[in-house]
């Protein structure tokens, strides 16, 4: 049985190794969770080497993920989910920064400072084919400030 669990865990690192030099994700944080908080927004920095989309994101910590963008609506900063975002080739996408950020909905457990939270990130790429990219994002303390300045409400 663990022999079996180990190389399933060395198959899925050689999968992440060959997807590594098609994208390249940096910078992958959140904040720890505030008690009652089940939702999460992550912040990354992805760069793909070919034109790319980015069209999903999940983790078996959380129920669902969303990519989302910050909109104005009036005087109001309203969340929108996106079906896909663009990743042009060797152009660094920073979600977080301008007001997009990935949204994991429904965490199973919350978010404690020093640990890290694994998601999975789904990329198509411009001939068709789709890579999934697994990712860990640093936990934070919550009282840290980024460039998303504002509040999620959902
Ligand atoms: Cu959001």
Avoid: C
């Amino acid at each position: 049985m663990k022999k079996i669990l180990f190389a399933v865990l060395l198959a899925m690192l050689a999968v992440s190794q060959a997807y590594a030099d098609e994208v390249k994700v940096t910078k992958a944080w959140t904040r720890a969770t505030a008690p009652g908080q089940d939702s999460a927004s992550v912040q990354l920095t992805i760069t793909s080497k070919k034109d790319a989309t980015l069209i999903g994101v999940a983790s078996g910590s959380a129920q669902s993920g969303e990519i989302h963008s910050m909109v104005m609506e009036g005087d109001v900063m309203k969340m929108r989910a996106l079906e896909s975002l663009p990743l042009p080739a060797k152009t660094p996408v920073t979600l977080g920064a301008d007001g997009n950020h990935l949204m994991l909905i429904g965490l199973k457990n919350p978010l404690k400072v020093g640990h890290k939270l694994p998601f999975a990130l789904t990329v198509k790429f411009a001939d068709g084919h789709t890579s999934v990219i697994r990712v860990l994002a640093v936990i934070k303390p919550l009282e840290t400030t980024g460039n998303e300045g504002h509040e999620h409400h959902h």
